[in-house]
C-alpha cells in the first residue's frame, strides 16, 4: 500500500471521532428521562403504551381531523370532556411543557414545531420570561 | 468527463472564484433571512412576489429559449447547429437550477417544499409548474450528458436518447407555457389576466435564451477557441430578430387593449409602469426607468442585429445580444412581475423596494447559474477540442 | 418527409395523447394513495350557494345548493350610525385569534380591517358619491367565496373549503410560496413576513388568548370566521362584538331560515367584485 505511514494513523483517527460518543461514555447509555406525569390523574387518552409511542400519530390525526374535516367531536376522559388539542386538553392535564414534553426530546433530538404556533401553559411562560 | 472543468487556465480559476466570491455572500444573507424570515426582503402584503420570482419567471424563459437550437437540429436536421445544440441544453441545465433556487429561496417555510409532492394538487398550476420544471431539467441532464459522451468516444448517440431529446422539445414549450398559467389565470390581476401571456413568454424567451448563447458563444470564440460558426451565429441571429419582433408586437397589443377599450383596470399597470400612476396626488413610478430601458436597450439590440455591418462584426454582435438580453430581463425579469401588484386589489399602491439583502441573494443565484454554466461549458468546448484533436 | 421528421410526429402524437390522459389518471391516483388524501380531495367539493352544477343550466339560473355555506351580511348603515363599533370589532377579532400588531405596514397581518368605500367595492360607481359614504371605511375581511380563486392556486390544499363552506388554512401544511395572495382578488390574506412572537413589535406573550394558537413566521393566514368558535356553539368574534346592533348577521347562506337569509330577502345588498365570479359570502347593505 502506498502512503500507508498516513493512511493507517489517518484512519485510526477518523474511527475514534465517529465513536467518540460511545466511548466517551464508557459504553453506558446515558439514563432514559423521565417524564413528569400529572399526580391527581390516573388515565390518558389512549393506554400508556400506545399514547408514548404514537402521541405524534395522535397529535396529527386530531389535527386533520379537526382543521380539514371539521370534526370537532369532544371525547370524555374519567367523566371530563376535552377537545381534540395539543394546547387545549394534553396541557391541561401536562402543565409543564419543560417537565413533561422537553425532557424526552431533547433526549431524543426532537424538535417538534408545535411550539412555534401553539402556546404553552401559562406558568412555564412567565418563568422563561423571567430567565 | 467532469476531469475537463478541474483543468484550466487562470482566467478560468479567477472567473470561477470571482463568481464563487458573490454565491458565498450570498449564502450567508440567505442563512441571515432563513433565520429571520421573508421580512429582509423588500416584500410587502401588497407586493408579495419580489425580485426572486421575477428572476424565476425570466429565467424559465432562457431555459425554454435552448429549445430553439435542440428543434431545427433534430427535427429538421439543421446540421450547422451540430455544434451548439450541448451549448442550449447546459443552458437550460444552468437556468433551471437558478429557477428551482430562486422557488426555495421565496419560500417562507423552504423546508416544507417538498409538501407538493406529499399532496399533490393538479387544480394548482405551481404543482404543474414544479412537474414540467423538474422533468426538463431531467431531460436535458440525460440528453447533453449522453449525446456529449458520445461525440467524445465518437460513436452515434444511442437511439433511446432520442426519445428524450424530442420529448424534450414540448416540455420546453410547457415550462414556459405553465409558468404563464401561474400569473394569467389569477381573477382580479388585470394586467396578467390576458390569454397573450403565454405567447408574448415564448416570444421573449426565444429571443432571451439565444441571445445569450450568441453572446456566451462570442466569448467562448475568445477565451477557449470554440468557434460556433458564421452561419449558425446568423441563423440564431435571425431567430432572435423574429422572436424580439413578436414580442414587441405583443407588448404593443397590450396597450391597445388596455388604451383603446378604456378600461382602468387594462390601463393602470401599464400606465404605473411606463408613465408613473397618479393617486392621491402623488405619482408612482419607480418602475419608469427599467420600462424604457427595456425599450431603449431591446430597440438598441435589434438595430445591431438587424443591421448586416454591425452583425458582422463580433463585437457590435455580442453588445446587441447583451443589449437584447437585459432589455428582456428588464421587461420580464423585472416589469412584468412587479408591475402586476400595482395597483393592489383595494386599489392602493405600495412600491416595491429590495433590500441588500435581497439583491445579494439575487446576484448570488444569478452566480451560481453561471458558475454551472461556466463548468458545463468547459467540459463541452474540451470534448470538443479533444475530438477535433 | 425524411424519416426522422416521420419518426418525431409518430412520438408526438403518442405523447399528445398521453398527455390528455394524464389528468384524469393523475385524478384517480390522487385520490386513491391515502385516505387523507381522498378526504382531501371531497373537502375540495364546492358545495357553496349557487355552485354551478355539471349539467348545463339555464343561463342565471340558482342551481340548488347542498352542504353548508357560512356566510355574513354586514349592515353599513348601523356602522355609520354607531362610530367606534367597526373598531370594536376588530380589536375583538385581533385579541381572539393573538393577530400581532407590527408598526411597520410592510410586514402588517390583518384579518378584518377599514377601508374606504372605493377601495372596498371599486367596480362600483364612484361618481359623485353621497357625501357618507365618501368618507365611510367599510368593514372587510375574507369573503369566504363559494368559488375561492386562492383554494384553486394552493399546491398544496393548505387552504381549502371546509364543509361549512369556509375557506380554511392549515398552517402546519403551508409552504409560504403566497400564490394565494396572488389570487386573492380582495387583498385578505397576510403572509408571516417575520415571526410573530418577535419582542420587537410582535406580540405581547404575555396577553394573549390562551385558547388560540398563534402563527409561525413563513406562513399566510387570513380570517377563519371564527371556526374555533362556530366549534364551541359561539358566533364569530367581530359578530359577538356588534352586540345586539345586528349590524352584522352571520349564518348559513344555504338554509333558508337562517336569519341572514331573511336579512338578505329584505335587504338590497352587494358583493365585493362578483364580476369575477368568485361568488363571495360576505355581502354589504349599503
Redesign the interface.
Known amino acids: 500500500m502506498y502512503d500507508s505511514g498516513k493512511i493507517i494513523p489517518g484512519l485510526i483517527i477518523f474511527v475514534l471521532i465517529v465513536t467518540f460518543p460511545i466511548w466517551f461514555n464508557h459504553g453506558v447509555a446515558a439514563d432514559p428521562p423521565k417524564a413528569e406525569l400529572p399526580k391527581d390523574k390516573k388515565q390518558c387518552v389512549l393506554p400508556l403504551s400506545e399514547i408514548r409511542p404514537n402521541h405524534m400519530k395522535t397529535l396529527n390525526q386530531w389535527r386533520d381531523e379537526v382543521l380539514r374535516t371539521e370534526d370537532r367531536s369532544f371525547f370524555s376522559v374519567e367523566g371530563t370532556m376535552y377537545q381534540k388539542s395539543l394546547q387545549n386538553a394534553c396541557m391541561q392535564c401536562h402543565v409543564s411543557k419543560k417537565k413533561f414534553c422537553d425532557v424526552c426530546h431533547t433526549y431524543a433530538a426532537v424538535t417538534p414545531y408545535c411550539w412555534d404556533c401553539h402556546l404553552e401553559p401559562v406558568e412555564e411562560a412567565t418563568k422563561e420570561d423571567v430567565n | 468527463m467532469f476531469e475537463k472543468a478541474l483543468k484550466g487556465n487562470n482566467n478560468y480559476w479567477m472567473w470561477l472564484g470571482f463568481l464563487g466570491t458573490f454565491m458565498a455572500i450570498g449564502a450567508i444573507c440567505y442563512i441571515r433571512q432563513f433565520n429571520?424570515?421573508?421580512?429582509l426582503?423588500?416584500?410587502?402584503?401588497?407586493v408579495?412576489?419580489g425580485l426572486y420570482i421575477s428572476n424565476f419567471t425570466f429565467l424559465v424563459g432562457v431555459a425554454a429559449g435552448g429549445v430553439m437550437l435542440v428543434l431545427p437540429y433534430?427535427?429538421?436536421?439543421y446540421k450547422v447547429f451540430g455544434r451548439i445544440t450541448i451549448l442550449g441544453e447546459f443552458l437550460a441545465i444552468a437556468a433551471l437550477t437558478m429557477c428551482l433556487m430562486f422557488?426555495i429561496a421565496?419560500?417562507?417555510?423552504?423546508i416544507?417544499?417538498l409538501?407538493?409532492l406529499?399532496?399533490?394538487?393538479?387544480?394548482?398550476?405551481?404543482?404543474w409548474d414544479?412537474i414540467v420544471l423538474n422533468g426538463y431539467l431531467f431531460l436535458n441532464i440525460i440528453c447533453g450528458w449522453v449525446i456529449l459522451t458520445a461525440e467524445r468516444k465518437q460513436v452515434k448517440p444511442p437511439k433511446w436518447v432520442?426519445?428524450f431529446v424530442?420529448?424534450s422539445i414540448?416540455f420546453a414549450i410547457s415550462i414556459h407555457t405553465v409558468t404563464a398559467m401561474?400569473?394569467c389565470g389569477?381573477?382580479?390581476?388585470h394586467f396578467w389576466l390576458s390569454a397573450i401571456i403565454a405567447p408574448r413568454f415564448l416570444a421573449s424567451a426565444f429571443a432571451a435564451g439565444p441571445a445569450l448563447i450568441v453572446f456566451v458563444s462570442l466569448i467562448l470564440k475568445r477565451v477557449a477557441h470554440f468557434d460556433a460558426g458564421r452561419e449558425a451565429t446568423n441563423k440564431m441571429v435571425t431567430i432572435i430578430l423574429y422572436a424580439a419582433l413578436i414580442n414587441a408586437f405583443f407588448v404593443m397589443l397590450e396597450f391597445f387593449v388596455g388604451y383603446y377599450s378604456q378600461i382602468p383596470g387594462h390601463m393602470h399597470t401599464l400606465q404605473y409602469l411606463f408613465f408613473g400612476l397618479e393617486h392621491h396626488g402623488h405619482v408612482y413610478n419607480n418602475l419608469v426607468p427599467f420600462m424604457w430601458g427595456f425599450v431603449v436597450l431591446t430597440l438598441t439590440g435589434f438595430t445591431l442585429l438587424a443591421i448586416p455591418y454591425t452583425r458582422r462584426n463580433d463585437f457590435w454582435l455580442a453588445i446587441g445580444s447583451a443589449a437584447l438580453f437585459i432589455g428582456l430581463w428588464l421587461d420580464k425579469g423585472i416589469g412584468f412581475v412587479l408591475g402586476?401588484?400595482v395597483p393592489?386589489?383595494?386599489?392602493?399602491i405600495?412600491e416595491y423596494y429590495p433590500t441588500f439583502n435581497e439583491i445579494m441573494i439575487t446576484i448570488a443565484v444569478w452566480c451560481t447559474g453561471f458558475f454551472i454554466l461556466t463548468v458545463l461549458y468547459k467540459i463541452a468546448v474540451g470534448v470538443e477540442h479533444e475530438v477535433e484533436a | 418527409m425524411d424519416k426522422k421528421r416521420r419518426e418525431f410526429l409518430k412520438i408526438a402524437g403518442i405523447s399528445t395523447l398521453a398527455g390528455l390522459g394524464a389528468p384524469a389518471v393523475v385524478d384517480r391516483l390522487v385520490s386513491g394513495v391515502s385516505p387523507l388524501a381522498a378526504r382531501a380531495a371531497v373537502e375540495v367539493q364546492p358545495g357553496g350557494h349557487g355552485a354551478e352544477s355539471q349539467a348545463p343550466a339555464e343561463h342565471g339560473a340558482e342551481v340548488v345548493p347542498t352542504g353548508k355555506q357560512y356566510g355574513m351580511v354586514i349592515d353599513v348603515r348601523k356602522f355609520i350610525a354607531q362610530p367606534g363599533l367597526a373598531d370594536e370589532c376588530i380589536k375583538a377579532c385581533n385579541v381572539s385569534h393573538n393577530i400581532p400588531q407590527f408598526p411597520d405596514p410592510k410586514d402588517e397581518i390583518k384579518w378584518i380591517w377599514l377601508t374606504g368605500h372605493e377601495n372596498a367595492f371599486p367596480d362600483n360607481s364612484q361618481y359623485h358619491l353621497s357625501e357618507t359614504m365618501e368618507n365611510n371605511q367599510v368593514l372587510v375581511l375574507c369573503n369566504h367565496c363559494a368559488n375561492p380563486p386562492c383554494v384553486r392556486a394552493c399546491p398544496t390544499k393548505a387552504t381549502f373549503k371546509d364543509k361549512n363552506g369556509i375557506v380554511a388554512m392549515d398552517y402546519h401544511r403551508c409552504i409560504g410560496c403566497r400564490f394565494c395572495m396572488a389570487a386573492c382578488p380582495y387583498g385578505s390574506r397576510s403572509f408571516n413576513w417575520r415571526d410573530p412572537r418577535d419582542p420587537q413589535g410582535g406580540l405581547d406573550m404575555n396577553n394573549l388568548n390562551r385558547l388560540f394558537p398563534t402563527r409561525m413566521r413563513g406562513v399566510v393566514e387570513k380570517c377563519n370566521f371564527c371556526v374555533e368558535r362556530l366549534g364551541r356553539g359561539e358566533e364569530p368574534a367581530c359578530v359577538a362584538a356588534t352586540g345586539g346592533s345586528k349590524a352584522m348577521v352571520f349564518g348559513d347562506l344555504n338554509d333558508p331560515d337562517s336569519e341572514i337569509r331573511q336579512v338578505l330577502k329584505q335587504n338590497y345588498t352587494v358583493q365585493r367584485k362578483p364580476s369575477l365570479g368568485t361568488k363571495p359570502s360576505v355581502f354589504y347593505i349599503i
Not at chain 2, 74 to 77: E, K
Not at chain 2, 106 to 110: A, E, F, H, K, R
Not at chain 2, 119 to 127: E, G, I, V, Y
Open positions: 429571520y424570515g421573508l421580512g426582503t423588500g416584500m410587502s402584503r401588497d408579495s412576489w433534430y427535427v429538421h436536421n422557488i421565496d419560500l417562507g417555510q423552504p416544507r417544499a409538501n407538493v406529499l399532496h399533490p394538487t393538479p387544480n394548482s398550476m405551481l404543482f414544479m432520442y426519445i424530442y420529448i414540448p401561474l400569473y389569477l381573477p382580479g390581476r402586476g401588484f393592489s386589489p383595494l386599489e392602493e405600495t
